[in-house]
């Protein structure tokens, strides 16, 4: 049986002697996806960061396509997109010249085309010569999630992808994902709140103070996940 | 992996070309550094002089090679791209090889603007003994792109990182330093290539040295623990 895309064994991650992560468990397949979601400081985007092979685990394991994240080889790492807090595009570069960059990275056939094509499906067209420097955060992630899907990854990792978005901004990141997951990807993303990423099909854990904890728990805030979405972690 | 490779030197002379501050900032600092040595040591012409020419020379190398260093990656930290660079199917040996590239380039164009400065404010000449310098200068801007890529990977990391690159950089690159001045010093004093030998193989070594060292452990100093 081929490995989960996406996998988490007992991961752990402290900082000196305060623990971020404990005895993290889960797994994405292909074409799962899965929210995590917790409040501000629960360690979601120190777990993406883990998976995604940034950051040395303390205890346990971060495994893409079954070899450890931190050591990935480059043609799996070609499989993997990350949407980050930080945008990862340089702001001196026009938005076709960063995607330009990342799609010859990424191996992509011919990268004029494709930046060309993924400025139109983020509705950067007209501003295809502009530099990053000048767009506002909502256009510059935007840009950013077309820079994390140039490369056709098989896993997605998106931390909180509708964060400074507009509706249209967020129904286009709602569209892609979908199409991402359409064809296969596992797509791991982070939430404040699991509403929208539950409405496109989001499997939802609960991050809490570093461990996944039970859908319902005693002090969620209020809000926070509906119910009827939530699995129960076992 | 050559498609990659270029595109990043490309894309970081495109940053320069644009921004224009690393090279600036290098040419700016070689300038200050000859112009305040030239007054403090008066050398006058002869042996003394040439000397101090190849001192002021190599000190307008080291503190504008510094600066270059912490810029470039700086650079690469701003939005994260370091993470987007380190998260690609790019070879991270690879990426150390492109930045190096880059760096070298621009401490290559800033130390030419060096020795043209270093003739004029030393009332040297432009002849064949200006040109024996080329090659114990251009090892040596090379050798320490190498050191100050590799080092500023670990610095950029660490609380205080703008102090910890020049105490780490400067004690590592005494060697070179001192075998550049000396084959800077003689070449200036018109002796042949030949007799500079021995300082250039010093050089050569040094340059080995470091450019391995950082295609080896490059990866390991850019990722985050």
């Known amino acids: 049986m081929s490995a989960a895309p996406i996998e988490a064994r007992a991961l752990g991650k402290s900082y000196g002697i305060s623990p971020v992560l404990r005895d993290v468990t889960f797994n994405v397949e292909a074409g799962q996806s899965v929210a995590i979601v917790g409040a501000n400081g629960a360690g979601k985007s120190t777990l993406i960061r883990l998976l995604a092979g940034l950051a040395a685990p303390s205890a346990g394991a971060a495994l893409l396509f079954g070899e450890p994240s931190r050591a990935l080889a480059p043609a799996l790492r070609r499989r993997l997109g990350l949407l980050s807090h930080q945008s990862m595009l340089y702001p001196n570069l026009t938005a076709r010249e960063n995607l330009e960059f990342f799609a010859t990275l990424y191996e992509v056939e011919n990268p004029e085309a494709a930046a060309r094509e993924w400025l139109e499906r983020v509705a950067l067209g007209a501003a295809a010569g502009t530099r990053v420097r000048g767009f506002s955060r909502g256009t510059e992630q935007r840009l950013a999630l077309a820079r994390a899907l140039i490369g056709r990854p098989d896993v997605l990792m998106l931390d909180e992808p509708f964060a400074a978005l507009d509706a249209e901004g967020a129904a286009m990141t709602a569209a892609l994902i979908r199409e991402a997951m359409a064809r296969g990807c596992a797509v791991l993303a982070s939430a404040h709140s699991a509403n929208t990423l539950a409405d496109i099909g989001f499997a939802v854990h609960v991050l809490s103070r570093g461990r996944l904890v039970p859908a319902e728990y005693p002090g969620s805030p209020q809000g926070m996940v509906r119910p009827a979405a939530v699995r129960q972690v076992s | ?225």
């Open chain 2, 1 to 225: 992996m050559i498609a990659a490779f270029t595109a990043v030197v490309r894309k970081d002379l495109m940053l320069e070309a644009r921004g224009g501050q690393s090279t600036t900032a290098l040419v700016a600092l070689s300038l200050l550094v000859l112009v305040v040595l030239v007054f403090a040591f008066d050398p006058g012409g002869g042996e003394q002089g040439r000397a101090a020419a190849a001192g002021a020379l190599w000190v307008a190398l080291v503190f504008s090679g510094m600066l270059g260093a912490t810029r470039a990656i700086a650079a690469e930290h701003e939005n994260g791209c370091i993470r987007a660079l380190l998260l690609s199917p790019l070879d991270r040996a690879a990426l150390y090889a492109a930045k190096l590239g880059a760096a070298f380039i621009f401490m290559a164009l800033a130390e030419a603007a060096a020795i043209v400065l270093m003739v004029l404010f030393f009332n040297l000449q432009f002849d064949v003994r200006t040109m024996r310098l080329v090659p114990a200068v251009m090892l040596g801007a090379l050798g320490f792109a190498a050191l100050a890529t590799l080092l500023a990977g670990i610095s950029s990391r660490v609380r205080g990182g703008d102090l910890i690159l020049p105490l780490l950089a400067v004690p590592m690159f005494v060697p070179a330093l001192i075998a550049g001045v000396k084959a800077s010093a003689m070449a200036l004093g018109g002796a042949p290539l030949a007799e500079l030998a021995t300082w250039i193989k010093v050089l050569v070594a040094f340059d080995v040295m470091f450019v391995a060292a950082g295609y080896l452990l490059f990866e390991y100093v850019a990722l985050e623990e």
